[in-house]
């Protein structure tokens, strides 16, 4: 089985650079499918889950070129049914439905089933379809939408769903009139696929907003966009140095997005430098205790959560962490556990009391974010740290154990 063996207790220093946005790069890929022509995506990162959508949209029809600037020519689309084997690996893949469903009339596409953080139902996304005129049957496990020609409407979220802004965001621009989405999510990710929307002739004001305003085209042309750094990914680099009481600057930062990331990293008493695109972190070792909720943006990114709980297992003091995005993502805490931390989980927070060492032990990744605190965690203990189960790792970062050992960690990739 391939693992990550880390050799904790280095303090890391230097520069390194963020990649491209992960959850915007599967959005914008997506949104290729409402029209023909050679569409050109820069700045997409090397993952497995961006893998995963280029094989998705290839068994729809779209020809695929490139590395990591894609020409994507989507004129032929042969299939409208996105398989389940493609969607249960990567709940981004029902971000098709729309497209699909504004372009061609008619999708099939597999519910993507519940994943280890949570339930993820998209209801929302559904109703918001309906609303806009399509039929829609739930019937062995696939979602099958028809709809002659969709046509505007205002839809009121529950919560503002990332994924469920985005697919509507982009069944809007072809349907018939305006389409209002209120309570909306404000991600930069969403703000980054409507960036690319409006390149493509997309009439969308009001993104990074709770209200979005959509008015339909008859047709748009291709998308021509460079996909926005990875905040999340920016914010795990940050978490690095401070948790070797290091000294780390990463380029290629979307600054603006990570205020509150930012602010709490500061909070716990780092010295946090941000110029231009580039953010400097040091710290001493010092870290004080801290209480963070996550929430949608603008608030504290729940894929922040898991990386801020492994620094806070070394703060002096008790910090709190409250998680109101996704109903199970806490498994990562019984990990850190056995790693020697103190937290203890009382239905939707984690009590994270500090301890002055970490020690290395054999742990289990469980998703994408919690494998990247395992390693911070590793990174941090005393001893060789193995994590496994790191496919989960190799779905959102892009060579983070290159950067890692570039910053000067003894980290590196192996059979066990
Ligand atoms: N929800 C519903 N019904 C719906 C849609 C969502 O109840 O129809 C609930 C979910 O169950 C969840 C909450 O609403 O409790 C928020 O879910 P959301 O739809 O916003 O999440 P998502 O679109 O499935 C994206 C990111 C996640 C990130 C969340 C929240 C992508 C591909 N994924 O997921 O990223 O955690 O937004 O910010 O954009 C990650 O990168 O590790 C990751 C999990």
Request: aromatic share 4%; charged share 20%.
């Amino acid at each position: 089985m391939e693992c990550i063996f880390v050799n904790g207790g280095r303090a890391l220093n230097g520069t390194v650079a963020a990649s491209g946005a992960k959850n915007s790069a599967l959005a914008i890929m997506t949104a290729t499918l409402l029209c023909g022509g050679k569409h050109r995506i820069s700045g997409v990162p090397d993952l497995r889950d961006i893998s995963t959508m280029k094989r998705l949209l290839e068994h729809l029809g779209v020809q695929i070129k490139g590395e990591s600037e894609f020409e994507l020519d989507a004129t032929h689309i042969d299939i409208v049914d996105a398989p389940y084997e493609l969607v249960k690996t990567m709940r981004a893949s029902f971000l098709v439905l729309g497209p699909l469903l504004a372009r061609f009339g008619n999708a099939r596409v597999s519910l993507p089933g519940g994943c280890a953080i949570g339930l993820r139902p998209v209801d929302m996304h559904i109703k918001a379809f309906e609303a806009m005129g399509a039929d829609i049957k739930i019937e062995n496990g696939y979602v099958h939408a028809v709809c002659e020609r969709m046509h505007g409407a205002r839809i009121l979220l529950d919560m503002p769903t990332v994924g469920g802004t985005e697919n509507i965001m982009m069944a809007a621009c072809l349907a018939d009139g305006v389409t209002v989405i209120e309570n909306a999510a404000r991600e930069p990710e969403i703000s980054d696929l409507a960036l690319a929307l409006r390149s493509a002739g997309a009439r969308i004001t009001g993104d990074g907003s709770g209200t979005i305003t959509i008015e339909g085209v008859k047709e748009l042309a291709p998308i021509v966009h460079t996909v926005m750094p990875d905040r999340i990914e920016a914010g795990t680099l940050l978490i690095a140095g401070a948790i070797t009481a290091g000294d780390v600057t990463v380029d290629n930062c979307p600054v603006e997005y990570m205020g509150a990331t930012l602010e709490k990293l500061r909070e716990v008493g780092c010295v946090v430098d941000a110029s231009g695109d580039s953010v400097r972190i040091c710290s001493n070792g010092s870290l004080q205790p801290v209480e963070v909720t996550t929430s949608p943006y603008p608030g504290f990114p729940t894929d922040m959560q898991a990386q801020l709980m492994s620094l806070l297992t070394l703060a002096e003091g008790t910090s709190l962490i409250r998680e109101t995005v996704f109903e199970n993502r806490f498994i990562h805490v019984a990990e850190l556990d056995r790693m020697g931390a103190h937290i203890r989980v009382e239905r939707d927070c984690a009590i994270v009391t500090g301890v002055a060492q970490l020690e290395a032990a054999r742990v289990m990744a469980s998703d994408l974010r919690a494998s990247a605190s395992l390693i911070l965690a590793g990174l941090a203990a005393r001893g060789t740290t193995v994590v496994s189960r790191i496919y989960h790792l190799d779905r959102g970062y892009e060579a983070l154990e290159k950067k890692l050992q570039h910053l000067g960690a003894d980290i590196r990739r192996g059979q066990e």
